[in-house]
Every structure is written in C-alpha cells, then in structure tokens.
C-alpha cells in the first residue's frame, strides 16, 4: 500500500512560531505518499518562542525541486470536525514506524510510504500522541540521550511521540522475521506452499521472543500514555506489525475505544492456515480485542468475518458485519485509503516536475506505457514485462512506437529473496532489450531509484500505466495516476488490488499472473478511442477526488462515534 518511493531535491529554511516539537503536515503529504526521503535538521531558537527548521529532500540531484514551501495549518476544518465529534476522547496512534528516523549526520528523515503520509494526516486532525517502535541505533541512541517520549519534529501540531524500547534482537526477530516475510507473505499469498514456509524452532523462537515481546512492550507503553491523558483513551493501531496490541490493551484499559487498521490484504481463512494455530489463534483474537478492525476493501471484511467463523469458531453476523466475542461486539468495516489530493496535485505542477515534462517532450514515444513501484514480489514486476514482450510480439507494428518506462524503488535488500527478484527483473529487463530492440530504440527504459519529479512528469504523460500486483493492499500509485494523468490514459489494473474495487468502472481490469490477458489490455489501452480513453481517465479521477484521504480520516472518525463511543463521548 505504497506511492512513488524516490528521493527529491529541495531546501528551504523556514522559522515558525513554534516550540521545538513542531512540524510540517499535509502541505508535505505528497512527499511522503511518493516516498521523498525527507531531512530535517532543528535550529537553535533564533527569537523567543520560533525556532529554525532545515527541510532538505535529496537525491543524486543537487537542483532544488520545489520553489516555496506553502506555510499554513493544515487540516483546521478536518480537525474541527474530529474535534466535534469526538469532543472527550485522547487519541494515541500506533504503528511501527514513527513518522521520522535521525539521520546520522544530524537531523531527521520524515518517513516514506502512503501509510506514514495517512498517519501523519490522521495524528494531526485527531491531536493524537504518536506510539512507535525504537527502530534503529539513531533513535536508541537520541533515546538514551533524552528519553523515550518527545515532541515529533515532523508534525505540525502539539504531538507528542513516545517510543517502546525493544532490544536490536527483539526487533529483528519481530520485524525481519515475522512480520517480514512470514505474515507479509501469508497476506499477499506469496508462499511457495510446496516448498516454503518451513515453520521451524527459529520461526516460533522469532514468534514468541521477538512478535510477542513487541507487541507487549508496546502494549505497554500505550496503556502509559493513555493514563496521562485528560479524555477517554481512543486508541488507533495500525498494520500487520501490531495485531497483539488491541488484546494487550484491553485488558489493562477496559474503557478504552481500540480500532486497528489493516492496510495489508487480508486473506482466506484456509490461507491462514500456513500458519500453526498459536499464531493464528493469537493474531486473530489480539484484533478481536478491538471495538472496530478496519480495512481495505469490502472483500478484506468478509474474509476476516470467515476467519473469525470457520477458524475461531465465533458468532458471525454478515449483515452488521459484526463478531460476537466474550460478550463485546466487534465490527469490521472497509475504509479504502486514498491521498491528499490538493497536496499531490501542487506537487505534480511544480516547478521541478515542469522542467522534467519538457525533458519528456523531446524523446517521448507515440505511445508511453508506465509503471511505478517498490521491487517487492507482490508487485509482480516481471510478469508485467513478460505480458509487455507478449505485446511487441503479438503487434510487430508497435517496435519503435511504444517504450515502456519503468520506476523502481529496490525494497528490503536485507532479505535474499528481495535481492533475488531484483536480480530477475534486472536479468528480464535486459534480455527484453537485447531480443526486440534496434538502433535508437530501447523497448524498456528501467529507472532505479531515481527522482520523483521524473516519475511525476511520467504519470501527468502516460498512456498506458500498468498496476499488475499479485495482491495489494490498495495501491496508491493507481490513485496517484488517475489524479494527475493529462494525457487520458488508461490504467491497467490487477483484480487482487485494493483500488480495483473503487476503480472498477474506469480501468482495464486483468488477471495478474495471466500475461496474455495483460498483453492484450495493453493493446487495448493503446488502440481505444479517444471519447472511451477521456471518459475513463476523468471517471478514475473523479473517484479519487471524492473519497480522498479527508474521506478516509472521517468515515473512521463516524464509526468511531456511531458504533463504539459510549453516549457521553459523542457530540450533541
């Protein structure tokens, strides 16, 4: 559940009326759901009561990117409404990840990805604390220098973030263990069930010592700051990371309103059945100590009400989309994420994207086939080169015509299977080329790593963008191109996503491990008509642009009150 993940150039030294913990919210939003690595460096006080804020996004590039930095309060009527209708609640934020990392050299990295730009959003409108993992020797080390709870130097409001403290050991058998690959690998159904996993006494050492210890300790720290804060604890978990939490916290908070957001597939109830039934037991009925599980699409919620049923043997009602649990109802309920869309569009008519459309203009193909993504496996990345050489091969005609320009960010090169796959799609690339090109024509241009404002200048210009993932969360990118495409495109767009389920009626809709259907809607993007193409890209837009991520923060905050907050916490 991922945007454009590269770096971008800009500098901009700003001074704001604010004490040391402030920060920027979603006038940077697009930076985020597009993956810019983000510095900030803090300043001494230069007057009483501001301080000085370094933001520098960098790439291979030193050309600065953005011209200004637009300075407002962000969210003022988004907040307003949170506010109002949830007038005596304190909210706490859980994830992984905190919204920055120190940067070895001094000063912060804002994190990257679709789902630090929504917390970030949502942190900010709900006046959240934010609870987070120590990740790394930066953060253990500013830890032990100052503590575990300060103000976040990447949000705009008074928030303040608090971290759990897991040993290096925990974390990784937590994190490279666990959560990555096993439970991402169960939800997006990439194991090799013939050969892989082998569930051996390193995967439930991992399990019992590194994702429970975690998921306990931040547990604990949740319930800490929870007793801190003047209103009812409304506490907001999110990701696979963390499905213990909402149990954990129950127990020691019986008054608290606990969602947690999965933003991850989530799958058959026989597919979680990979896993042996400790931790499936455990992973379901952590989430079960929740009021609300929160998800995707609306497919996420009827697998999980099975799962509930056929693997916990509990009481299911389809229609409320509800469980029965000691005596607690527990609703499940779709809450597709989107992005900022007045944030991402000033990003996409910037300067710097500008400067890289004219750069497009002067070797742009006839027709530009465009993809975006992390080299994760799910991402399916090979197979949508192999439909591509499908489609020079079924239509000689088009060699010399079409380029297709791929955008990849190598993702988790710690872990041998994801260097592997890069090593393929490098390897599928090049033999691609080597068998269909000619002089002064490349069948595939591969970026890897490489500016945003080139991949921004590719989505405004594409003809054809190809989304063909195994199985996704939701995808941001196929939002991201049906916003800010000028050039009625048409996305091609796997069944197993997410965004498939809003954008249905307006993309071409293909089997991901299916090459020759994806090779033919290729063909198909590329020959329809004119009228079909502007009737579909102006159909995907509009969708985006109604249910934004303004959409997404209060369809929450509504089910929050109707179903879970008791009547002294609601408005009116």
């Avoid at 790593?449 to 594409?462: D, Q």
């Amino acid at each position: 559940m991922h945007g454009i993940a590269f770096a971008v150039d800009v500098a901009k030294r700003i001074t704001l009326n604010k004490p040391l913990g402030v920060a920027f919210g979603p006038a940077f939003a697009p930076a985020v759901t597009l993956g810019l690595s983000v510095a900030v460096t803090l300043g001494q006080p230069t007057t009483e009561g501001q301080s000085e804020l370094m933001l520098a996004m960098t790439s291979s590039s030193d050309t600065p990117f953005l011209e200004s930095v637009e300075r407002r309060r962000p969210g003022t009527s988004l907040r307003g409404y949170v506010t109002r209708t949830l007038p005596h609640s304190s909210a706490i934020v859980v994830a992984n990840r905190a919204p920055h990392e120190p940067r070895p050299e001094g000063g912060f990295t804002r994190g990257a990805g679709g789902v630090i730009t929504a917390l970030l959003t949502l942190a900010e409108v709900a006046g959240a604390d934010w609870v987070a993992c120590a990740r790394t020797d930066g953060e253990r080390a500013l830890i032990e220098e100052h503590g575990t709870t300060w103000n976040a130097p990447l949000i705009r409001t008074e928030t303040r973030l608090h971290y759990a403290t897991p040993t290096p050991e925990q974390y990784e058998q937590y994190y490279s263990v666990i959560s990555n690959p096993v439970l991402w690998f169960v939800q997006h159904y990439l194991w090799d069930l013939a050969n892989q996993p082998v569930i051996n006494g390193r995967i439930h050492r991992a399990w019992n010592n590194g994702y429970v210890e975690v998921n306990k300790q931040m547990a604990r720290k949740v319930v800490e700051v929870a007793r801190g804060l003047p209103g009812r604890p409304l506490v907001m978990v999110h990701d696979y990371q963390l499905y213990l939490v909402p149990k954990l916290v129950r127990e020691q908070l019986q008054g608290a309103i606990i969602q947690h957001f999965v933003h991850i597939p989530w799958p058959t109830p026989q597919y979680w059945k990979v896993l042996p039934r400790e931790m499936r037991d455990a992973i379901l009925h952590g989430l079960l100590g929740c009021d609300i599980v929160g998800f995707q699409t609306s497919l996420d919620v009827r697998n999980f009400l099975m799962t509930c049923e056929e693997n916990a043997g509990l009481a299911v009602d389809e229609r409320e989309k509800a469980v029965l649990v000691d005596g607690r109802v527990v609703y499940a309920r779709a809450y597709p994420i989107s992005i900022d869309v007045a944030s991402t569009t000033r990003l996409a008519y910037s300067h710097g994207v500008m400067v890289e459309e004219r750069k497009l203009r002067d070797w742009r193909p006839e027709h530009l086939i465009v993809r975006i993504d992390r080299t994760d496996p799910s991402k399916n990345i090979v197979r949508g080169f192999l439909a591509y050489e499908k489609l020079l091969a079924h239509h000689p005609e088009l060699k010399g015509r079409v380029q297709f320009w791929a955008f990849l960010q190598p993702s988790r090169q710690d872990v041998a299977v994801y260097r592997n796959y890069v090593r393929k799609v490098r390897q599928t690339v090049q033999r691609i080329n080597a068998q269909y090109g000619a002089q002064g024509w490349q069948p595939i241009r591969l970026e890897l790593g490489e500016s945003v404002r080139k991949a921004m200048a590719a989505m405004r210009n594409f003809d054809v963008l190809v989304v063909n993932s195994v199985y996704d969360g939701l995808n941001l990118v196929a939002k991201e191109g049906a916003l800010i495409n000028r050039s009625d495109g048409v996305i091609v767009l796997s069944e197993n996503v997410g965004a498939h389920e809003e954008l249905q009626p307006h993309i071409l809709s293909v089997n991901p491990f299916d090459i020759e259907a994806t090779a033919n809607a290729m063909h198909q993007a590329i020959v329809m008509g004119i009228d079909e193409k502007r009737r579909r890209n102006e159909g995907a837009r509009d969708v985006v642009r109604t249910s934004d991520i303004a959409r997404w923060i209060t369809r929450q905050v509504q089910d929050i009150r109707d179903l879970a907050a008791a009547p002294g916490l609601r408005a009116g």
